[in-house]
């Protein structure tokens, strides 16, 4: 007994003992200088907004960041293999809007109420635009979504709006309000927003 309690005991401590026997490199301090690096300093998750309007300009800049086609004719994101899965809604203006990047475009999807599908948390009621990714990849749509949405992260940051991207949504009802094909599922939800003290 006592002697399968020490082989345990041994492979717990083992890494702590590799560890402490390990090379440390100390690295110089990042260097902040940059408007980049300052944007990824200043970066961060809010779960407060106002209802201030968010102009049509400023929807068109961060769907653009989002997932828009850049001046080499590829997407502003990287995308595995160059498919480009990844699909943004945008729920603005209390309607249902697909963002068409090639015609820098929205394309109404539906007027239909779907905050109860969204807004499981009071704050996202208060934000005037909802981003919804979705994709039919099941290995990399969701790696495309994220790299969308830290592109809105960094935009919101320079514009001083606030974000959170989030999971707690109603994916399948959303699926069927959105009128997704049988393939292409919700990833997930960005809230974008001014703080709620900024008017």
């Keep these: 007994m006592w002697g399968r309690f020490i082989f345990i005991l041994s492979l717990v401590l083992l890494p702590f003992e590799v560890m402490a026997e390990a090379e440390v490199r100390k690295l110089p301090q990042p260097d902040k200088s940059s408007e980049l690096m300052q944007l990824l300093d200043k970066r961060h998750s809010s779960r407060s907004y106002s209802n201030k ?3 049509e300009q400023t929807l068109s800049d961060l769907l653009w960041a989002a997932f828009g086609i850049n001046q080499k004719g590829t997407r502003t994101v990287p995308t595995a293999m160059n498919k480009q899965n990844l699909n943004v809604y945008v729920v603005y203006q209390n309607s249902i809007w697909s963002y068409d990047a090639a015609a820098n475009s929205l394309i109404k999807v539906s007027d239909e ?7 499981k948390q009071d704050f996202v009621k208060d934000a005037p635009v909802n981003l919804i990714y ?3 990849d ?4 969701s790696f495309h979504a994220g790299a969308a949405a830290q592109n809105v992260y960094l935009y919101a940051t320079n514009k001083g709006l606030n974000t959170i ?7 399948d009802e959303l699926k069927d309000k959105l009128h997704l094909g049988r393939e292409e599922f919700v990833i997930m939800n960005q809230v974008i927003g001014y703080p709620e003290n900024n008017f």
């Design 53 to 55: 309007p968010v102009s």
């Design 165 to 171: 991207v989030r999971a707690y949504i109603d994916k």
């Design 134 to 136: 979705t994709g039919s």
């Design 113 to 119: 109420e779907i905050s109860d599908y969204i807004a």
């Design 138 to 141: 099941k290995e990399f749509s």
